[in-house]
């Protein structure tokens, strides 16, 4: 009788797979059958409430439905072995503590299988959907775009390899993007966007990309459209197993409640609190530093430790303390940074090929340390739980938790936080990976640029640290307002090394976007299913929206720029720079270095504060020398643009008071002289371009 009913269930399960679109009325009338015949079955053998450990499934999802059809109670026996044969048809796998994910199957790649839920907006884009997709690429590759109502947006199509064959056989066994596209996904974007100008198509085969570098198409995508509109894409299916359904993967239902409990946990209070943390950590880098003076010194392997030790801290009150040893989670925690990272430039999906974490070394070993790093986190989560107080956010946001000023704590002790779902689980998993490498990787990159810039720049920088500083080691929040200067050069190093280079979207619903900067006067026809990448690495280095792009001058911030041949854009407007940084708003979207939109990160004032901490805390004492020259550190990417080699350095220790500020015209102000703009880079007619005494530019008076 149970055979019988297993036997049902695996035919509804072909039946719904072959149908990948997985068309509700198909499935509801399928289950229902199924249900009836349930009745008869033994109560022994009915479903009992949630099955609480295959939470790790998005409730909304068939495979979570049928789930809960079994009760695992009864997981013995033949029945249980046909059982487990359906659900791995159905792309589900069991993990070693016995509970389901599902495993994207191949197909799942170009489509999402979530279902709709009645507030998620447009339903998720289905094999219809990329079929159609397929069809109209095709006929726009032999010209037939516009009779079918495409606006005519160039097509790259990348036809030639330019590496050795045995590499090209290797980048499509590993699904390596980057070794097929011949090099950085966002470097070869760049070369088509000089070619084909703000919009373009990529094309590899019948699958095609939408690649914008416009700032009005961007703010379209980013702010003006619903957020429902579009969702994260193959982004999403690829950090699925490591995020689940945390914040930046999550589709536009899940978002909405998570970002809302979120939110509240990055109060100021918190991030005041956050500040003596990071002087904690950076402190403890500089006195390692200290001790390697005169060897040559990875910088770039030093920010990631200082930034992984102080995201533990603050997330989950966990010290890693990975600047002063190794241990086996820190390896494990990199191992699965790599592996997000190579998943998310390769375009096949390897890692689902069948059983792959059981023969494929690399995901054998990544099975392994995501159960650590799973258990680790399921520990702290029930430490956390056992000694919950439940508080309300305002009253939480008064707390002093001197022991454990956590997120962790925050949200535990939030009342209404369901502690019971994954949601927790996976926002914190999140939040590691995403605040971690990304603040690496702007420190690398303005160290990088300080060291070989100009000397005056750094000197002008260490003034400044000094100055502001004055006997203390370390800044509170006034003094990280106060050194604008050193805030300029972390944002302008984002400017010219964004993380991510390049931020993914699909699009849930037919939309149409503005023209912007390009030809195509009538905007441009996006599909349902189009999946777009908006390339902010093309946006921040586009000589229509910056003056001398490819040039690292911090100073540029104070000055306005403008292009009225981009329609729509606004400009850069320094009087806009509110907060820590100069955001998408002063820019109008031209910037991104936090996105933009609802979607915008929620860890800018988190990573700006703790950069420049770090960054003041080091310079106050010490000098960076390059140990190699500056073309050979090179550039690779994976989510962040890391180093090809390291950022190998000499650091030296420096006397403080070899410095004091002088009142000569600094060589900050000179940029802006120089460039026809008055000392504090105002345009001279300006209402407040008034700093130079005599109303005049010194060098442009005549
Ligand atoms: C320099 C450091 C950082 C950079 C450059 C950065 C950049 C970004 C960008 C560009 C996005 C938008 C992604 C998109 O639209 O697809 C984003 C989202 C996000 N970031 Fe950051 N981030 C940084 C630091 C952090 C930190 C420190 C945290 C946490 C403590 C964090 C947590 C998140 C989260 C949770 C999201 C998703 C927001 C949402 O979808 O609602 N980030 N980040």
């Known amino acids: 009788f149970t055979i019988g009913r297993t036997t049902t269930r695996f035919a509804t399960q072909c039946f719904v797979s072959s149908s990948v679109e997985n ?36 409730a909304s999802t068939y495979e979570a439905q049928l789930l809960q059809q079994w009760d695992e109670r009864t997981a013995s026996g033949f029945d ?25 199957s191949m197909f799942d790649f170009l489509v999402s299988r979530s279902r709709p839920s009645p507030n998620e907006g447009p339903r998720p884009v289905g094999a219809l959907d990329v079929a159609k997709l397929f069809a109209v690429q095709m006929l726009t590759s032999v010209g037939l775009g516009p009779a079918l109502g495409m606006a005519a947006v160039p097509t790259a199509v990348i036809q030639k390899y330019e590496g050795s064959f045995l590499s090209f056989i290797k980048g499509v066994l590993g699904g390596d993007l980057q070794t097929l596209a011949g090099g950085p996904l966002f470097l070869l974007l760049a070369k088509y966007y000089q070619e084909y100008g703000p919009i373009f198509t990529l094309a590899f085969g019948p699958k095609a990309f939408l690649v914008v570098s416009d700032p009005v198409m961007a703010r379209h995508v980013l702010r003006d459209v619903p957020v429902t509109q579009y969702c994260k894409g193959m982004l999403a299916e690829i950090l699925e197993p490591i995020m689940g359904q945390g914040l930046i993967p999550a589709n536009p239902a899940v978002w909405k409640v998570r970002r809302r409990a979120l939110v509240p946990g990055f109060h100021k209070k918190w991030l005041n609190r956050m500040i003596g943390m990071f002087g904690d950590r950076a402190d403890i880098l500089l006195k390692d530093l200290q001790s390697k003076e005169g060897n040559v010194v990875d910088m770039e392997e030093r920010f990631c430790s200082v930034t992984l030790d102080i995201i533990g801290k603050a997330v989950f009150n966990y010290d890693f303390g990975s600047v002063t040893k190794e241990s ?30 059981q023969w494929m070394g690399g995901q054998v070993e990544f099975r392994r340390d995501m159960t650590m790093l799973d258990d680790i986190l399921a520990d702290l989560i029930n430490r ?15 707390r002093d938790n001197a022991d454990d000023p956590s997120l962790l704590r925050f949200l535990v002790d939030m009342r209404g936080e369901d502690l019971s779902s994954k949601a927790l689980r996976d926002d914190l998993m999140t939040m590691l990976i995403a605040g971690h490498e990304t603040t690496a990787a702007m420190l690398t990159w303005t160290l990088f640029e300080l060291a070989r810039g100009p000397p005056a720049l750094l000197e002008e920088i260490q003034k400044e640290v000094r100055t502001v500083l004055k006997d203390k080691d370390r800044p509170d929040y006034d003094d990280i307002v106060a050194m604008k200067k050193l805030r300029f050069c972390l944002i302008e190093s984002l400017r010219l090394y964004p993380e991510p280079p390049v931020l993914i979207r699909r699009a849930r619903e037919a939309d149409n976007l503005p023209s912007g900067g390009s030809d195509l006067t009538s905007g441009i026809k996006v599909l349902r299913g189009t999946d777009m990448f908006i390339s902010t690495w093309n946006l921040h280095r586009s000589p229509d929206l910056w003056d001398e792009p490819e ?8 000055r306005p720029f403008q292009n009225p041949s981009v329609r729509g854009w606004d400009g850069y407007n320094p009087d806009k720079v509110t907060g820590l940084y100069p955001n998408e708003q002063a820019a109008d979207f031209a910037f991104l270095p936090f996105g933009g939109g609802a979607r915008k990160c929620v860890g800018d004032q ?3 504060m703790e950069a420049a901490v770090t960054l003041s805390v080091l310079l106050k004492k010490m000098d960076f020398e390059l140990a190699i020259p500056a073309e050979d550190v090179g550039m690779k990417t994976g989510a962040t643009i890391h180093t090809m080699n390291g ?17 000569t015209t600094s060589w900050w102000e000179m940029q802006h002289l120089k460039r026809g703009f008055n000392a504090n880079g105002r345009p001279f007619d300006s209402q407040d371009g008034n700093v130079d005494s005599r109303g005049k530019c010194p060098i442009h008076k005549d």
């Open 23 to 58: 068309d509700t009325s198909t499935v509801t009338v399928e289950e229902s059958d199924v249900r009836q015949f349930e009745d008869r079955i033994p109560n022994r053998l009915r479903l009992k409430g949630e099955v609480s450990r295959n939470e790790v499934l998005d």
């Open 80 to 104: 249980w072995e046909i059982e487990k044969a359906r659900r791995y048809f159905a792309g589900l796998r069991m993990r070693d503590d016995g509970s389901w994910v599902r495993q994207p």
């Open 328 to 357: 086996p989670i820190i390896k494990a925690v990199y191992r699965v940074l790599r592996e997000a990272e190579h998943r998310s430039s390769s375009f096949i999906p390897y890692w689902n090929l069948p059983y792959a974490d």
């Open 384 to 398: 956390a739980v056992e000694t919950r107080s439940e508080a309300t956010v305002e009253e939480l946001e008064e």
């Open 551 to 558: 040039r690292f001058d911090p100073t540029r911030w104070d």
């Open 606 to 608: 988190f990573a700006m």
């Open 647 to 663: 950022l190998q350095m000499k650091p030296r220790s420096v006397s403080e008071s070899s410095t004091s500020v002088e009142k």
